[in-house]
Each structure stands twice: as structure tokens, then as C-alpha cells.
């Protein structure tokens, strides 16, 4: 039996309708339905918030994603992560699950430091003693360097031509395929629909990231299709 397929929500709360403070409810709302629909990982991914900003709504996602999975919880495999966009001090302080890293960003290592000198940190006690660890990457070198560097995962993009890009030029599967063939657990993300995600795990891709995917759909009906 094939393993089940790893779900990736990105989060963009910029394309959702009105001010902010609805932008940003409609945002949370999205994260409690990816954590009750059983996604495996939710990347907080607003980077245009300063320091402050992010801290208070990465609090507001953790406390989310706690009480929708609270049901889930006691099957750890199942419990859905949220990390922090390239930020290890607002993960640390809201209790995040770990961080998703730029290619060109600190290393993993450097991450795990870190985490390991606030592990009496009050937050820590209702979060992963140990980060999980994201990296996005653009090439097979990228790849071969998040595995180097121990990184928990890559996401590697972009794979296929995006909707309303006119910069990204995709990868395509092959070069997924050879991604997922360099000793590290590959998310296959850019322009991944429902009609092609199938397509990705068939090459070896671990799961599935996306922004679209799973804002502009219902996620449980995402699941279902993905996973079957």
C-alpha cells in the first residue's frame, strides 16, 4: 500500500476580499479548516508583516491550529504543523512547529541552535521540542543542499507554469523526479492543480504545497482527491 500523500498549505491572507482585519479573519478561518481536514503543514507565509505584525497573528494560528486538531491530537503522525516563514524568532516566541527557509537563507543547523537554546521557553511546552525544517528550492543544487544540510523536507518549485506568472518557467516533472531522487522528502509546488497533483506523487513527490490549492477550494474536497 502506497503512503498516503503529505498536504502543504501556503498561506496568502492579501488574496482574500477587504480590509485587513477581515483579510486576517478569513485567513484564520482557512487554517482551522486545513487543521480539522487533516493537512499535514501550514507554512504562515505574510511577508509583508513586520516583526510585531507576524508575532501577533503567528500567535493566532498556533491557538488555531491547536483547538481544530485538539480531536487529532492523540496520533501525533496526525497532527498538523505550522511553521513560520523564514522567521525562527517569531516561531520560537508563538510556539510554531518549525520554519520554512529560502534556499539562500540560514541553514537548518543554525535553526536547530537556536531552538535548542529556548527549549525552556514556555511556548516550547505546547510545541515541537524539536523544528521541522522546510526548504524551498529551484534546483537539483538547492535540493542536494537542503538534504546536505539536513533540512526536514525541500518544496521544490516551480513545476508547472503558474497561473498569472509570466517570470516562472517551470520545471516540469521530469526535473521533480529527479528532485525526489536526492535523499530528501520533495513537495512538488507552482501551478499544481487537482487535475495534475496525481501526476507529481506518480515521479516520487513525498506531497503536495500549494497557495491556490487550497484557497481557492474546498480543502476537504482537495483531500479526497489527492489522497482517494
Given amino acids: ?43 504562515l507565509r505574510e511577508k509583508d508583516l513586520t516583526a ?27 497532527r498538523t504543523r505550522l511553521l513560520i516563514n523564514s522567521r525562527t524568532d517569531v516561531a520560537l516566541v508563538a510556539g510554531a512547529d518549525g520554519v520554512h527557509l529560502r534556499s539562500d537563507d540560514v541553514s537548518p543547523s543554525d535553526v536547530r541552535e537556536a531552538w535548542k537554546c529556548d527549549a525552556g521557553a514556555p511556548a516550547r511546552e505546547t510545541a ?19 538534504a546536505k544540510n539536513r533540512a526536514n523536507f525541500a518544496v521544490f518549485a516551480a513545476v508547472f507554469e503558474k497561473k498569472d506568472s509570466e517570470t516562472s518557467i517551470p520545471a516540469g516533472l521530469s526535473a521533480l523526479q529527479a528532485a525526489c531522487s536526492m535523499g530528501i522528502p520533495v513537495f512538488a509546488l507552482g501551478g499544481v492543480t487537482l487535475a495534475n497533483a496525481q501526476s507529481c506523487i506518480d515521479v516520487g513527490a513525498e506531497g503536495i504545497a500549494g497557495i491556490r490549492l487550497f484557497q481557492e477550494n474546498d480543502i476537504a474536497e482537495v483531500v479526497r482527491t489527492i489522497r482517494g
Fill in 52 to 78: 510585531r505584525e507576524l508575532e501577533s497573528l503567528a500567535r493566532e494560528a498556533v491557538n488555531t491550529v491547536r483547538e481544530a486538531r485538539r480531536p487529532r491530537t492523540e496520533n501525533r503522525e496526525l
Fill in 128 to 146: 515541537s521540542q524539536h523544528p521541522i525544517i522546510g526548504v524551498s528550492c529551484h534546483s537539483l543544487d538547492d535540493v542536494t543542499q537542503a
Fill in 1 to 43: 500500500m502506497a503512503p498516503r500523500p503529505l498536504l502543504y498549505y501556503i498561506t496568502d491572507r492579501k488574496v482574500f476580499p477587504g480590509e485587513e482585519a477581515e483579510r486576517r479573519r478569513h485567513l484564520l478561518e482557512k487554517i482551522a479548516e486545513a487543521a480539522r481536514c487533516g493537512i499535514d503543514y501550514i507554512q
